[in-house]
C-alpha cells in the first residue's frame, strides 16, 4: 500500500514539473533525469534482480556489444515491430486461421510490452506505451498450403533457408540488415520483418532469439485461444535479452515463466527481469 502511494505521488510531481516547464529548461532535465532513474522493484525482489543482472553480466560473451536486442529492433522502429511467419507446415492455412494467428500473436507479444508500462507511463524512461506489432509476411514452401487469395500480406513462396525451412526474403529481414537497410526489400523497410514467429511441424520445446522464436505448429495453432501460450512468451523473452535458469535459481524465487517448466506467465519476478534488462541497456539511447 505505501509503495503505491509513494509511486503515485512520485507520478503526480513529475507530471506537474512536465506541465509547468517548457521543454528546454533546465528544471526540465531534472525532471527528466529523476524519471530516468526510476527504479522501484518490491523490496524482495532487489536481491535476486542483483543476482540475475550479476549472473548475465558474468556469462553473456557481449552482453554490452550486442545490438539486436528486442529493445534495439522496437527502438529502431520508434515503437513497433513487424513480424514474417514461417509456416515450416504442410497443414492448410486458411484466411481464418491466418488472422487467429495473427490476433494471438499481437495479444501474446503485448503482454511483455505491457509489462514496461507503469500507471499509463513507460517505466524507467521506456518511450513506448504500446508496441503495435504487425505481420508483414508469410513464407511457406508451397503457395498452395495458403488457402487465401488476398493480398494483405506478402507472401514468400520457396524461399528456404540452408536447413530447407521456408523464410522471408532475407533482403527484408532485420536479423541479415541490422544496419536497418531495407533497400533491397521488394516493399522497402514498410515491410521488412524484425522477427520471425518460426512454426514447425513437430517441433518440441521452443527456440527463441533476436532473430525471433521457434515452437510446435500443433502447439501454436492448438494454443491460440489459451490466454497465456507460455511456450512462446518465454522464448520472446529470449528475443529481449533474458536468460534460461537451468542450473541455478535466484534466492526466494521458485518458479517464474523463464525458469522453464516452473511457470506458464509472466509473472513479478520476470516482469522485474524485464525492466532490468532495459535499465541496464538504456544508457545507449541516451537514457
Ligand atoms: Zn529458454
Known sequence: MHRHLARLITVLVALA?????????PS?????????????PPAHLVQPLNEVWNHVSST???????????????????????????????????????????????????????AMVDNGTGHN????TNVPVDIVGWAVKNRSTLRWTDNSV??????????????????????????GDYSRCPGGAARHYDQSLWL???????????WGQRVGREYFTGALS????????????????????YDWTPTGQCCFLMKAGSAARITEFDLWMFRDFWRHLKSRYGL
Open 125 to 128: 524512461a521506456w518511450p513506448y
Open 17 to 25: 514539473a512536465l506541465v509547468v516547464s517548457p521543454l528546454t529548461s
Open 60 to 114: 553473456y560473451p557481449d552482453l554490452h556489444g550486442f545490438r539486436n536486442y528486442g529493445w534495439d529492433q522496437v527502438m529502431a522502429n520508434r515503437g513497433s515491430i513487424n513480424y514474417c511467419v514461417r509456416w515450416e507446415s504442410d497443414a492448410p492455412v486458411d484466411a481464418a486461421l491466418r488472422d487467429r494467428i495473427h490476433a494471438a500473436l499481437k495479444k501474446q507479444f503485448g503482454k511483455w510490452s505491457a
Open 226 to 245: 489459451q490466454e497465456d501460450i507460455h511456450i512462446y512468451l518465454h522464448e520472446v523473452g529470449h528475443t529481449f535479452g533474458l536468460d534460461d535458469f
Open 28 to 40: 526540465s532535465s531534472a525532471s527528466s533525469a529523476r524519471a530516468a532513474d526510476q527504479w522501484n
Open 200 to 210: 514447425t511441424e513437430g517441433f518440441q520445446g521452443g527456440a527463441g532469439g533476436d
Open 154 to 179: 506478402d507472401v514468400y513462396a520457396g524461399n528456404l533457408d540452408s536447413g530447407g525451412a521456408p523464410q522471408c526474403a532475407p533482403d527484408c529481414g532485420r536479423f541479415f540488415h541490422q544496419d
